[in-house]
């Protein structure tokens, strides 16, 4: 039975939907005390003091520690991502500030007490003196001379400076000799993560063995393990993370944060178990935001349409430090694709990261990969007006052709396989023309206007080949490891470096092994996510779990399939090479009637009473996967809105979303992946968008004022999907978890923006508010006819 | 996000909850807890008792009174909106209750806590006003009747005192009337950016009553009596209707917050007032 392939019900479920999940802030310990957070109420501020003795005095609070307890004894949180060549400056992240807090939301002091209530109390005691320096929140002020610096020694707040791609001399000339050339001001603005668990830590510590074992909410135990140690100063193999079931994270859970690392210093000191566990307002803004990028970016061609020259200038908020992976993420994971799945022979992106006052920023869903597809998707749009073309067509005329694969773009990565046309023709075959034409001349008639968008992409993900994290600067070495453990029944036992946190892992893993060995679902148990069980690991995130971690479970799969053969072979008095496993038997090949079954082979391997000469007892092995390129997802997404002239209200009336992330192990939860991506990046499109003032502080900092998509905003997503191996990993998966949120956005900025074209209006900021709408059509001088009846020729 | 500890009553009847009142001066009445309990885990409320009247069935029910609907204060959202008498004698507190929230708010909130709140945005003030509503309210001076125009005071005020309660509302019946709520929703809080609630009685052709309640624009909830007045008497057109919708914010401090300014929420009052009229036709 071929499970490979299947829309299996995810295993997870169950447990999860029935209120049976295991997550971090469940954990409870005998002797556990409770953890809260003293966060500045400033966005830059000296402290003069922080006076605790009134909160210690307290009954039933056990310690009280400030940044001076703390300084000196724990060690600052360090970033793990130094991209070379990119001046990057530095700069120590005390786990509790201890001279100056450099963003609403910095934690200054922690109180730990008996019960949350006398916590509470104890927090509101604790006394903490601010003498409040100025501030700045936004890339362009941050960068403007005499601008107030966020740390001293980081002179205009530059935290990196990097360059790639061509020469800016070679493509400014390139530039000037193109027959068009479109130039747009982008702004990507921050976006707040918000999974449905917030984080938590739990931390237990025993002084006989001195061993340290954290609870947290983590994407990647191993690397939390590896800096938590470090900023603790204890030996690695006496700490132990275990992320149990963790309720999404969308990159904001990759990081270290002061938070855990308090938490498990306090167990150490108390000696007895120590839970906190973020509140929601807390989370936005403690926890890493995403996004925010400010660019200027150029795009040059010939008048039939043919993509010559890209210029990208790109400043990019990193926030007030430089969390785990934040120097990456607007370098790496953006830079290098920047001119998307068109072929562009002369490209040039320089960025800057800039401190501000601000929560720090790090990946979020898509990490660099949305930023980059945003800016070139929106700029093929614009050439297309520019050179009267439709849309469609220049992309036709410019992406990377079927034959041209593997294809090595002008920033020197190589893209492995794709069908990018096919996957257009697909989306615009679903989208249907007629239908598009009845519908316009539907919403004309009631005043209303139209817009078709479309998005191209190609992202790259499946995090990586260990030279290359090297390479760019990657503190981690982005290889897999699994291992297979069958026991004497024939039941399995994986145990794998991925950490998934919501793509469904469990179900998706275990169907590749039920698959190869012919046991059915219920005889295996994916497990992941604790250090002490899983023996190496680098996490989930850049999509790269299934291509990575599925391709190390894959080639350990070969070699226990290889020692079971020999034991078959053995048992069958045949030669291995004639022996082949078929639906969970070894036959002798050509003769049906001499076979043993796989778990008999289990057992005999277990009990070695007669084993081929050479082969160990047991039934077990393990891989390292080092892949040796990225994965490259890719695919067409189309929306059709409509835009209501009065209001300047969207109305989302349909999306399509065709990708391609090679053969689907799961084709439901690849397909959940896709829908939860594309109402993301439609999130950020049209609501999502943290504001902070002038002041640093944080306007929209609740669910009441930050707006997720809601299920009620949304048409069916029309989805379908097209299949072409990565040829360079063993399943040929490439990745889909966030293809949705990277292809989204500039879709329906693209289909607004055309449904304004008639009104002159080639650029808005996201998100696009009705407000921000009507400002536009308002500014371009469309008046509505009497009686509402548009006066636009759509 | 956790509660702070509170004393906790649950009174089975109104008298009792009366004098549990009078003994506890400082504690909050708890209907659906719909608003308070989230002020209360977001710190904006520490109030040291609740008297949840979920107990008091003197609360409960709706009631024909021959020319007013009497409904009780621990009404729930669901019921105004899915009551046949509720929708045959004042449609519009249906129609506005259909729109509040989601379905669990609708399902625990109260039409009495949701007055008694008065929260700007809520949309119920809108539909009361527009049908003109009064509230009873009862303590331990006894029982007084006051209209939902002098109920509401300003944001999160009433002119209730903080001891009374609402026990029931009275909507005049409205049978015939065209009725209409229009909300634009937050994206976000799912409160009213704008809440226009609209009823009209015509006779042979002609408006012979026309009310307009706004809801989300202002600081409380109000009657646009200019834009009424166009209407009245009125043989309705596009044109009446326009000019009607242009004053709906006409004497008002239109409020402008990071999502929407004054000056679109203006606009949008007007173009939804317009189309709300429209759509009554």
């Not at chain 1, 205009?156 to 390139?174: M, Q, Y």
Request: net charge negative.
């Amino acid at each position: 039975m071929a499970l490979r392939g299947q829309s299996v019900p995810r295993l997870e479920d169950a447990r999860l939907i029935t209120g049976r999940g295991r997550y971090t802030a469940d954990i409870q310990l005998a002797g556990q005390l409770t953890a809260l957070m003293v966060r500045s109420p400033h966005a830059h501020a000296r402290i003069r003091s922080v006076d605790g003795d009134r909160a210690r005095a307290l009954p039933g609070v056990h310690a009280v520690y400030t940044g001076q307890d703390t300084k000196g004894v724990l060690n600052p949180i360090p970033t793990a991502w130094l991209p070379p060549g990119s001046d990057l400056a530095t700069t120590d992240h005390p786990a509790l500030a201890w001279d100056v807090v450099r963003y609403v939301g910095d934690a200054v002091a922690m109180v730990v007490a008996d019960s949350l209530a006398a916590a509470r109390k104890a927090r509101d005691l604790i006394e903490v003196d601010y003498e409040p320096l100025p501030a700045v929140t936004g890339v362009t002020e941050a960068t403007a001379p005499g601008a107030p610096l966020v740390h001293e020694g980081v002179p205009g707040n530059r935290a990196l400076f990097w360059h790639a791609g061509a020469s800016t001399d070679e493509v400014e000339a390139a530039l000037r000799q193109a027959e068009v050339r479109v130039r747009l001001p982008l702004v990507q603005q921050r976006l707040i993560p918000n999974p449905m668990e917030p984080r938590a830590a739990v931390a237990q510590y025993d002084p006989s063995t001195g061993k340290l074992t954290l609870w947290a909410t983590s994407q990647n135990p191993h690397i939390h393990r590896l800096l938590v140690a470090g900023v603790l100063g204890l030996p690695e193999h006496r700490v132990r993370v275990i992320a149990g079931d963790v309720g999404g994270g969308f990159g904001s859970k990759i990081a270290c944060y002061p938070d855990e690392v308090l938490v498990a210093h306090a167990a150490r000191e108390l000696r007895r178990p120590v839970r906190w566990v973020e509140e929601r307002r807390e989370h936005f803004v403690a926890t890493t935001h995403g996004r925010d990028h400010v660019e200027e970016v150029e795009l040059g061609g010939t008048r039939d349409g043919i993509l010559t020259a890209l210029k990208v200038r790109a400043r990019a908020n990193l926030g007030a430090y430089l969390s785990t992976a934040a120097p990456g993420v607007p370098t790496i994971l953006f830079g290098l694709i920047v001119n998307g799945a068109y072929d562009i022979p002369h490209v040039a992106v320089d960025v800057e990261g800039v401190y501000t006052n601000t929560t720090p920023v790090d990946a979020y869903r898509g990490a660099g990969r949305p930023e980059a597809t945003f800016l070139i998707e929106r700029l093929v749009d614009r050439f297309a007006r520019e050179v009267g073309m439709d849309p469609v067509e220049v992309r036709r005329r410019n992406l990377v052709a079927a034959d041209r694969f593997p294809y090595t773009n002008a920033l020197g990565i190589t893209y492995d396989s794709g069908r990018y046309h096919a996957a257009l023709d697909r989306a615009l075959a679903m989208l249907d023309p007629g239908q598009v034409s009845r519908h316009r001349e539907e919403a004309r008639r009631q005043g209303r206007l139209l817009g078709v968008g479309v998005s191209t992409y190609v992202e790259m993900c499946g995090l990586g080949p260990s030279e290359v994290a090297g390479a760019v600067g990657f503190q981690g070495g982005l290889w897999e490891h699994a291992l297979v453990r069958v026991l004497p029944t024939g039941k399995v036992m994986v145990m794998t470096g991925a950490s998934p946190h919501g793509q469904g892992e469990e179900t998706t893993f275990a169907q590749l092994v039920a698959d190869r060995l012919g046991c059915s679902l219920d005889d295996v148990e994916v497990m992941h996510g604790d250090t002490d069980l899983v023996s190496m690991g680098w996490g989930t995130y850049g999509s790269r779990s299934t291509a990575v971690g599925g391709g190390a479970l894959s080639v350990a799969l070969d070699r226990v399939v290889d020692k079971a053969r020999q034991v078959a072979a053995h048992t069958l008095e045949a030669s291995v090479g004639d022996v082949v496993l078929e639906a969970g038997r070894f036959y002798v090949q050509g003769v049906q009637d001499r076979s043993v079954a796989f778990a008999e082979v289990a057992l005999k391997a277990h009990l070695a009473w007669s084993l081929p000469a050479g082969v160990e007892p047991g039934l077990e092995a393990q891989a390292s996967y080092n892949p040796t390129n990225f994965t490259y997802p890719y695919g067409t997404h189309v929306a059709v809105v409509e835009v209501d002239p009065e209001t300047g209200d969207i109305h989302l009336r349909r999306y399509i979303a065709v990708d391609d992330c090679g053969p689907r192990i799961n084709p439901m939860i690849v397909e959940g992946q896709v829908r939860g991506g594309v109402v993301q990046g439609i999130g950020q499109a049209l609501w999502e968008g943290a504001a902070y003032d002038r002041q640093g502080q944080l306007v929209t900092g609740s669910l009441m004022d930050y707006a997720l998509p809601k299920a009620r905003f949304f048409p069916p997503i029309e989805t379908d999907a097209l299949e072409t191996p990565a040829a360079h990993n063993p399943l040929g998966v490439k990745g889909v978890g966030e293809t949705g949120t990277i292809a989204a956005t500039p879709t329906i900025v693209n289909a607004v923006l055309d449904a304004l074209a008639p009104l002159g209006i080639h650029n808005l900021d996201m998100p696009l508010t009705p407000e921000r709408v009507w400002q536009a059509i308002e500014a371009s001088g469309w008046k509505a006819a009497a009686g509402g009846q548009g006066g636009v020729q759509a | 996000m956790t509660l702070a500890a509170f004393a906790y009553q649950r009174p089975r009847s109104l008298a009792e909850a009366v004098e549990a009142m009078a003994e506890a001066p400082d504690a909050r009445w708890l209907s659906g807890g719909m608003s308070l309990l989230p002020m209360m885990k977001l710190e904006l409320a520490a109030p040291p008792a609740l008297l949840d009247l979920s107990g008091v069935e003197d609360l409960r029910g709706i009631r024909d009174e021959g020319d007013f609907l009497h409904i009780g204060a621990m009404t729930r959202h669901v019921e105004l909106a899915r009551d046949p008498a509720v929708r045959r004698d004042a449609h519009l507190a249906s129609l506005a209750a259909e729109r509040i929230g989601d379905p669990q708010v609708r399902n625990r909130g109260t039409v009495g806590g949701s007055l008694a709140h008065a929260d700007p945005a809520a949309d119920l003030p809108a539909a009361l006003l527009a049908l003109d509503a009064e509230v009873e309210a009862v303590s331990a001076r006894g029982r007084r009747a006051l209209s939902v125009q002098d109920l509401l005071l300003g944001p999160m005020m009433t002119a209730l005192e903080p001891d009374e309660l609402i026990v029931a509302i009275r909507i005049p019946k409205h049978t015939g009337h065209r009725q209409a709520y229009t909300k634009v929703p937050h994206p976000a809080s799912g409160y009213a950016v704008v809440g226009v609630a609209v009823a009209i009685h015509e006779e042979g052709g002609r408006v012979r009553q026309a009310a307009i309640a706004v809801t989300g624009v202002a600081l409380k909830a109000f009657r646009a009596a200019r834009a009424e007045a166009v209407l009245a008497g009125q043989a309705v057109d596009q044109e009446v209707l326009a000019e009607a919708a242009g004053l709906v914010c006409d004497g008002q401090d239109v409020l402008g917050d990071v999502y929407a300014s004054a000056a679109y929420r203006r606009q949008l009052a007007q173009v939804v007032t317009r189309r709300t009229l429209e759509g009554l036709r």
